[in-house]
């Protein structure tokens, strides 16, 4: 088996934010911090930095949001997803451009590696 890695940010010794095997890619779970590595207080505002950094590591591989087939997200608050429901979808189809068509598992934990983190993505990508 072949794998192309993507190693980069603070744990980049530890694991792959991205490795692709063949012509599936799996990404690391993505949380909602910035580039500055702040963390924004709403769900929502999180779920926009979750995709921007699906986007970065998608990108390094040529591929788009079109190529996600798979995610899951993690959150620490499933009440405060479930009423902010209607908003973090319609943003989510933004960012997708469109109504996604990938499968999707909601699973509530009770903690992210940060406590000020309410989400965590994680995706599966086929590339062409």
């Known amino acids: 088996m072949k794998k192309k890695l993507l190693r980069s940010g603070p744990y980049a010794d530890f694991f792959s934010q991205g490795v692709l095997v063949d012509k599936l890619l799996t990404l690391a779970g993505q949380v909602g911090t910035d580039n500055a590595g702040n963390t924004p207080e ?29 995610e899951v997200w993690f959150v620490t608050d499933v009440e405060d997803c479930m009423q902010n ?26 903690a992210l590696v940060d406590p000020a983190l309410k989400i965590e993505i994680k ?5 062409d």
């Open 42 to 70: 709403s769900i929502e505002a999180q779920m926009k930095n979750c995709y921007k950094n699906i986007k970065d590591i998608l990108a390094e591989y040529g591929a788009t949001m079109d190529n996600i087939i798979d």
């Open 123 to 127: 995706c599966t990508a086929y590339l």
């Open 85 to 110: 429901v209607n908003d973090i979808f319609n943003t989510r189809e933004e960012i997708y451009g469109c109504k996604p068509e990938v499968s999707q598992t909601l699973v509530g934990v009770t």
